[in-house]
């Protein structure tokens, strides 16, 4: 069994930043994509950034340029670093990890992180 256990959310200023960390914890296994999603109240849990194993990124059209997505593999850790920060950003942020297990590689599984409140208000 694979934990993710995200921090750094927050209330922050209109045009602030903040930096998401997710790590994940268990043991013989190999993460493929990590990657950060988020749910506004009454709205579906979207994409907002995803990480490749080797490092390739692709963004939701909404945060390109301002959201930065990297991971360190040596710590099974993923972060989402986010600058100007708009309302709308406003959204629980959820970590995501598809693993495979060196038992049996052959079949992957999806974790999902408990959610860190973001908040961008003045």
């Known amino acids: 069994q694979v934990r993710l256990v995200e921090s750094g959310g927050g209330l922050v200023q209109p045009g602030g930043s903040l930096r998401l960390s997710c790590a994940a914890s268990?043991?013989?296994?190999?993460?493929?994509?990590m990657a950060w999603y988020r749910q506004a109240p009454g709205k579906e849990r979207r994409l907002v950034a995803r990480?490749?194993?080797?490092?390739?990124?692709n963004y939701a059209d909404s945060v390109k340029g301002r959201f930065t997505i990297s991971r360190d593999n040596a710590k099974n850790t993923v972060y989402l670093q986010m600058n100007s920060l708009k309302p709308e950003d406003t959204a629980v942020y959820y970590c995501?990890?598809?693993?495979?297990?060196?038992?049996?590689?052959?079949?992957?599984?999806?974790?999902w992180g408990q959610g860190t409140q973001v908040t961008v208000s003045s």
């Open positions: 990480i490749t194993s080797g490092g390739s990124t």
């Open positions: 995501f990890a598809n693993v495979r297990y060196y038992s049996d590689s052959s079949v992957p599984y999806n974790y």
């Open positions: 268990g043991s013989d296994f190999n993460i493929n994509t």
